[in-house]
């Protein structure tokens, strides 16, 4: 697998950034304030591993390669983050389940 800094698709960064420079600055402030705010009440680590868990969940490759490494950095360990994979697995089971009740009620609306 590829790592985050050397993904091809990093090489249109500068493109996208020309393209929408108000749009990327914003998203780049709002990255920063939400994943490193040390002085959150979240801690850096968790802050990570509640991201991972997203990335999990969108399939986002680069999110979730950078991540990844910036939960071990913050001190997560293999544990740590093989629980947050079955922790996303079940929520996004959980998504599947409860858009089940709602074709169900679908299915009811119809008969």
């Known amino acids: 697998?590829?790592?985050?800094?050397?993904?091809?698709?990093?090489?249109?960064?500068?493109?996208?950034r020309?393209?929408?420079?108000?749009?990327f600055a914003a998203y780049g402030e709002l990255s920063t304030a939400a994943l490193k705010n040390?002085?959150?009440?979240l801690d850096l680590k968790t802050r990570e591993l509640i991201a991972i868990g997203v990335a999990l969940?969108?399939?986002?490759?680069?999110?979730l390669e950078s991540h990844v490494v910036a939960a071990r950095?913050?001190?997560?360990?293999?544990?740590?983050?093989?629980?947050t994979?079955?922790?996303?697995a079940a929520?996004?089971?959980?998504?599947?389940?409860?858009h089940g009740?709602?074709?169900m009620r679908i299915l009811a609306d119809h008969e």
């Open 91 to 98: 929520v996004r089971a959980g998504g599947a389940v409860t």
């Open 38 to 41: 040390e002085n959150g009440r």
């Open 57 to 63: 969940t969108t399939q986002c490759e680069m999110c």
């Open 73 to 83: 950095e913050a001190g997560a360990t293999r544990e740590e983050v093989a629980e």
């Open 1 to 16: 697998m590829s790592t985050t800094n050397t993904h091809p698709d990093r090489a249109f960064t500068p493109q996208l």
């Open 18 to 23: 020309r393209a929408a420079p108000t749009e």
């Open 101 to 103: 009740m709602k074709a």
């Open 85 to 88: 994979v079955f922790v996303s």
